[in-house]
């Protein structure tokens, strides 16, 4: 405890000099005190009302009503969740699970001594195990909205004033709700590229690729990111040939460069293939396959591909369609994402927005963290999310997770740090399970020992992660985690090692 409490003193010194972002640390160290509600002058109806029914929108309907707000919320699907349980987070994890273990099975069960005679793929009935999954966890937040006293409209919202919206119901037929306090939660769309006309067929967006009904013998994947990462992963452990066509130098640019490199050459020996610096001029879908025609980023002689299905992962948009926020003009940027402040407060008083519509990491636990803080300021209370510490995660096997700087923000920083890493091939559990690839890395302030970033590649990297998340919380040092006893054997014992590393030496290596 003493050795956290010291570490937390010097992290608040070093905060103040060097190591926050500034916009995020204005965003979240601002006195809430002086916070006066913003309420327009409509109808009393509703103390908040809630547009779309993502993590970010059903979250903050269900805390509004845990605080006593009379609540109602509106989405379009005609199912809650939002992209993260229909066609986003919960789908895609699904099918990367039924695809690993069919990998497992045909790849290492023999190894293990479990043998079949065979192994098939019924796509089928992977799918229907992942709709399964999507049907009883959209229905379960309509359990958890009538167990909160949720009011749920299904229909489209468009805003007719800043405390009115009126819902084109999906049963047909119009209603105008009302409320004090609206929150926009409508999320994201996919995104496509000048020229590439997504079909859902043969040249999908994420949501197409989670629903193929043949396993492509050649996939291309435009675009480097978590997204065509975890999807290319699934198809390619279902037997098509993946390539991946990335207009950067380098896949997924938020992760730490040296974690990167070794993310990527695991990727390669799992067959996945890279075209880095490349672009795709154009995707002709008009005879029996896919072409693509592909120039390097920077210019040059063009060469073409050959394609069964293209996944376009070129990133996402944020979705203000039909909303009609022109008519009560809030304000977005270049991009369409709205401008708010740091209590999710747009330019018109009364109108909120959180989750993938406004600035910030496209995720589902953002969008749920900002949710509970919007509600928690409209409730008058102190709401607070730190982006610093925002992890982030790619599913795919190893999974890769990090939260806080890389090693090159670091160095921007112009921080001295020290880096502590342990390999699972050293890790005792993993050797156990025969599943020993990845590695812990934790970056720490030299002078204080004050953790500034860990970053995870290991089969369960997702989960591990969040005792760094904590440790980073509580301006943990590296010593406190080297200090903590961990469970033998687990996977976390690399997170301990790792940060023996850091401050001093590893046991094990
Ligand atoms: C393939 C894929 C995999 C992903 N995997 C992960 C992951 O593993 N982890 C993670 O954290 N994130 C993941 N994401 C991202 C995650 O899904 C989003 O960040 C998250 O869903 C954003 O939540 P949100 O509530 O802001 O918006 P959304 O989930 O997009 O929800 C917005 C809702 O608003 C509704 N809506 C829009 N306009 C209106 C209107 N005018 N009236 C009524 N309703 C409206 C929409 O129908 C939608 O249901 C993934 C995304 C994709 C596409």
New binding site residues.
């Given amino acids: 405890m003493a050795m956290a409490s010291f570490a937390r003193r010097k992290a608040s010194l070093l905060l103040s000099k060097n190591l926050c972002n500034s916009s995020d640390a204005l965003r979240y160290s601002l006195s809430l005190t002086s916070f006066s509600r913003g309420f327009s002058s409509g109808s009393d109806e509703n103390d908040v009302v809630v547009?779309?029914?993502?993590?970010?929108?059903?979250?903050a309907a269900i805390k509004a009503a845990q605080l006593g707000l009379k609540t109602t919320c509106?989405?379009?699907?005609g199912?809650?969740?939002?992209?993260?349980?229909?066609?986003?987070?919960?789908?895609?994890?699904a099918l990367l699970h039924s695809s690993h273990m069919y990998h497992e099975a045909k790849h290492s069960f023999a190894s293990h001594g479990v043998k079949f005679p065979s192994v098939e793929v019924d796509l089928p009935a992977m799918m229907a195990q992942k709709d399964k999954a999507v049907t009883n966890l959209t229905r379960g937040i309509e359990g958890l909205f009538k167990k909160n006293k949720v009011n749920y409209v299904k229909?489209?919202?468009?805003f007719i004033s800043s405390s009115e919206?009126s819902?084109d119901s999906l049963e047909g037929g119009n209603t105008v709700v009302k409320g004090k306090n609206i929150i926009i939660?409508?999320?994201?769309?996919?995104k496509s590229l000048p020229g590439i006309t997504i079909d859902e067929k043969r040249i999908v967006?994420?949501?197409g690729?989670?629903a193929l009904s043949e396993i492509p013998k050649k996939l291309v994947v435009i675009g480097a990111g978590?997204?065509g990462l975890?999807?290319g992963s699934v198809w390619g452990r279902l037997g098509s040939e993946v390539t991946v066509v990335e207009f950067a130098s380098e896949i997924v640019p938020t992760m730490d460069g040296e974690v990167r490199k070794q993310f990527q050459r695991t990727l390669e020996k799992q067959k996945m293939k890279f075209l880095l610096k490349t672009k795709v001029v154009s995707v002709d879908s008009s005879g029996d396959g896919v072409r693509l025609t592909l120039e390097p980023a920077a210019g040059g002689e063009q060469s073409t591909l050959e394609a069964d299905v293209v996944l376009v992962s070129a990133g996402?948009t944020p979705?203000?369609?039909?909303?009609g926020l022109d008519k009560i003009g809030v304000e977005t940027d270049k991009v369409g994402r709205i401008l708010v402040n740091e209590r999710f407060t747009t330019n018109v008083p009364g109108v909120y927005a959180?989750?993938?519509?406004i600035p910030g990491?496209?995720?589902?636990?953002?969008?749920?963290e900002?949710?509970v803080a919007c509600v928690e300021f409209i409730a008058g209370k102190e709401g607070h999310v730190d982006y610093n510490l925002v992890p982030g995660?790619v599913?795919t096997h190893p999974e890769v997770a990090s939260v806080g700087k890389t090693e090159e923000q670091v160095k921007a920083l112009g921080v001295d740090y020290r880096v502590g890493k342990f390999p699972f091939l050293a890790n005792s559990r993993a050797k156990a399970i025969d599943d020993a690839e990845g590695v812990v890395k934790i970056l720490a302030e030299k002078e204080t020992d004050r953790i500034l970033g860990v970053h995870i590649m290991a089969p369960n990297a997702g989960e591990l992660i969040h005792e760094a998340v904590l440790a980073l919380h509580y301006g943990a040092s590296s010593e406190d985690i080297a200090r903590t006893c961990h469970a033998h054997p687990t996977m976390s014992e690399a997170v301990k090692e790792a940060a023996m590393a850091t401050y001093d030496k590893p046991i094990h290596i």
Avoid at 74 to 77: G, L
Avoid at 79 to 93: E, R, Y
Avoid at 361 to 368: F, G, I, R, S, T
């Fill in positions: 547009i779309g029914g993502g993590p970010g929108g059903y979250v509106i989405e379009k699907r199912t809650l969740g939002g992209t993260c349980l229909n066609v986003g987070c919960i789908p895609s994890k229909g489209y919202g468009k919206v819902v939660a409508t999320g994201s769309d996919v967006s994420s949501t690729a989670l978590y997204i975890e999807m996402r979705f203000t369609a039909g909303l959180i989750g993938d519509v990491p496209m995720l589902a636990h953002k969008a749920e900002d949710g995660v599913y």
